[in-house]
């Protein structure tokens, strides 16, 4: 079955930067791509930027332009988001999703990494 | 402030429906039929019940279907259940971003 594995929880200082991984297995890594949403605690969803495992399709949400940086390693099947110079309102459980082919749409969902930023 | 407009809370009892608007612009909801929803119980991950509109993915009841007139979708659930109390969201491609509803509380009485 298609399963999306996060890495764990984060607490980090205001200012400081954060990685969280995101391991696919089920399925064939190539044929689809991973977007990352996040969701403040108690707020709505937030699309943040999508990657093709093959390097090709990257995009960002503006406000996240030159703050985040999706990668993979195509050869464990991982994916990565990074997000640098981190403020309180940056606390948020974050998500990698994958997308439905042909119909830009988020099938499967990751357990969520919550990313804490607190000094 | 986001990007789709849908009602904060929404509320039926046992067995009636209930239906959730999203509102959104010429620019995704009225511009592709890439419109999708949402459900999400309190503390777990958001899970895909509707796609392009009106399509249900394998082992979402037929309870919940999905519709678009111009900039608007709607999502209807029918004879509601206990465990169809949650926040659903809709989202739209929109040409690179994707957009989402604020999310709906469905209260079920």
């Known amino acids: 079955q298609v399963q999306l594995v996060q890495s764990g929880a984060e607490v980090v200082k205001p200012g400081a930067s954060v990685t969280v991984s995101c391991k696919a297995s089920g399925y064939t890594f190539s044929d689809h791509h991973i977007h990352w949403v996040r969701q403040a605690p108690g707020q709505g969803l937030e699309w943040m930027g999508i990657l093709h495992p093959n390097g090709g399709s990257l995009r960002y949400a503006e406000k996240f332009e030159g703050r985040v940086t999706l990668t993979r390693d195509t050869a464990t099947g991982t994916m990565y988001m990074d997000m640098t110079s981190l403020t309180s309102d940056d606390t948020a459980v974050y998500y990698c999703?994958?997308?439905?082919?042909?119909?830009?749409?988020?099938?499967?969902w990751g357990q969520g990494t919550l990313v804490t930023v607190s000094s | 402030q986001s990007a789709l407009t849908q009602p904060p809370s929404a509320s039926g009892s046992p067995g009636q429906s209930v239906t959730i608007s999203c509102a959104g612009t010429?620019?995704?909801?009225?511009?592709?039929?890439?419109v999708s929803w949402y459900q999400q119980h309190p503390g777990k991950a958001p899970k895909l019940i509707i796609y392009e509109v009106s399509k249900r993915p394998p082992g979402v009841p037929d309870r919940f279907s999905g519709s678009k007139s111009g900039n608007t979708a709607s999502l209807t659930v029918s004879g509601l259940q206990a465990e169809d109390e949650a926040d659903y969201y809709c989202s739209s491609y929109a040409g690179s971003p994707w957009v989402f509803g604020g999310g709906t509380r469905v209260t079920v009485l």
């Open positions: 999703v994958r997308d439905r082919s042909g119909s830009w749409t988020f099938d499967y």
């Open positions: 010429s620019s995704d909801i009225g511009a592709y039929k890439f």
